[in-house]
């Protein structure tokens, strides 16, 4: 069975590429970046961090 992790929305402002992460347990974050590599790339890492580290699941995470 599919579980829905998050919800991505990735649009441009101005000569800003913006991302907005929507997670039912973290909340919402945005990412602004100057290029789409840049914002894919930090966007990658953010949920790399999310969903692989199990400390934060367990909240035993400094």
Same mark, same amino acid.
């Given at each position: %069975?599919?579980?829905?992790?998050? #919800?991505?929305?990735?649009?441009?402002?101005?000569? &800003?590429?913006?991302?907005? *992460?929507? !997670? &039912? /347990?973290? +909340? /919402? #974050?945005?990412?602004?970046?100057?290029? *789409?590599? %840049?914002?894919?790339? =930090?966007? /990658? !890492? =953010?949920?790399?961090? %999310?969903? @692989?580290?199990?400390?934060? @699941? &367990? +909240? /035993?995470?400094?």
């Amino acid at each position: %069975m599919e579980e829905n992790l998050c #919800k991505i929305e990735i649009f441009k402002e101005g000569s &800003e590429y913006i991302a907005r *992460v929507i !997670v &039912e /347990t973290e +909340g /919402t #974050k945005e990412l602004s970046r100057p290029t *789409v590599e %840049m914002l894919l790339r =930090d966007l /990658t !890492v =953010d949920l790399e961090y %999310m969903f @692989e580290n199990p400390a934060r @699941e &367990e +909240g /035993t995470e400094p």
